[in-house]
């Protein structure tokens, strides 16, 4: 018993508070629908004692876990490795355990333009796009979509230096930093908005933007999932523009952190990602 025990794979998303995680119903999914024995838990880890806790983890020989607010910044001086993307972004989500050496890995970037690609797979590639918002999901978000060529990203942000920082970090040169009271003008000129700041969110005001200047192929893309449709989404929606939700952002960033514990992608067409997006709606 003890024996069986041992072989299970351990893992978890860890943060603080923890309890409104989604982690756990995808990857105890995955895990079943894959054969994989084992457990993905809610790591409830308070900010002061970060550092015993991720000793812990290692002592009980856990695969890997999920990193959430407020531990994705502090945990990456506790690993052994960092890759170059988690580095450049300054933020881990995904460590593993290989063999003792804890390696981290950020896998919210390429969360972000899977969704896009698989659901919207005409998005203007070629014209320039919109960010709005400085915080640590834009830093993602940009750096996926410099990796996918777009020509120019106008970024705005409430707070201009943010945005000016993000530039000097990334050090991506088509970065073009704008006032905010700019951004429904810049909507003439992209093919694709995104929302990455938490306006929208349950218990933030609504983000406010007119899309009266969208093209017709302009696709709007809310990274907020609590709730999906967002007053920006149904905006779009009321223009008859293309709409990306948050929730699928959050899906891939899982598939990829599934990917790198177990060199393999889980079954990602059984109808989970409807299933959830009903919950949410
Ligand atoms: P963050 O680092 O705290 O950044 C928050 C951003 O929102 C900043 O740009 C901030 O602007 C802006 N903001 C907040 N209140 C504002 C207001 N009243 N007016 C204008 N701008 C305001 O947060 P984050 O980690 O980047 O997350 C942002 C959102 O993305 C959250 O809703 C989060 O749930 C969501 N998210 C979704 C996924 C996903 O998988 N779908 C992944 C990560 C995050 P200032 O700089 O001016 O304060």
Request: with cysteine; aromatic share 6%; glycine share 8%.
């Amino acid at each position: 018993m003890q024996n069986m025990e041992k072989n299970k794979v351990k893992l978890g998303v860890m943060g603080w508070p923890i309890e409104q995680s989604l982690s756990p119903d995808l990857h105890n999914h995955w895990m079943k629908a894959s054969d994989i024995k084992g457990r993905y838990k809610k790591l409830a880890c308070e900010p002061e004692n970060l550092k015993g806790f991720i000793a812990d983890l290692k002592e009980k020989k856990y695969l890997g876990w999920n990193v959430t607010i407020p531990h994705k910044t502090a945990t990456l001086s506790l690993l052994d490795s960092v890759d170059e993307r988690a580095k450049v972004l300054g933020a881990v989500n995904t460590v593993k355990n290989e063999d003792g050496k804890l390696c981290g890995y950020n896998t919210d970037g390429e969360g972000f333009i899977q969704h896009l690609n698989n659901s919207a797979t005409n998005w203007r590639r070629d014209k320039p796009v919109l960010v709005l918002g400085a915080g640590g999901a834009a830093r993602a978000v940009i750096m996926a979509l410099k990796d996918a060529g777009v020509p120019k990203i106008y970024l705005c942000n409430r707070t201009k230096e943010k945005a000016d920082t993000i530039k000097r970090d990334l050090d991506i040169s088509n970065i073009d930093v704008a006032n905010w009271d700019e951004k429904s003008g810049i909507v003439s000129e992209v093919g694709l908005v995104v929302n990455t700041t938490s306006l929208g969110m349950d218990g933030c005001p609504p983000l406010e933007i007119s899309l009266n200047l969208a093209d017709s192929d302009v696709v709007v893309y809310d990274i907020v999932y609590k709730p999906l449709d967002t007053a920006l989404i149904k905006a779009a929606k009321d223009r008859g523009l293309k709409t990306v939700d948050g929730l699928g952002m959050l899906f891939h960033q899982a598939v990829a952190a599934f990917e790198i514990w177990f060199d393999r992608k889980p079954d990602i067409n059984d109808g989970l990602l409807d299933e959830l997006r009903e919950q949410f709606l």
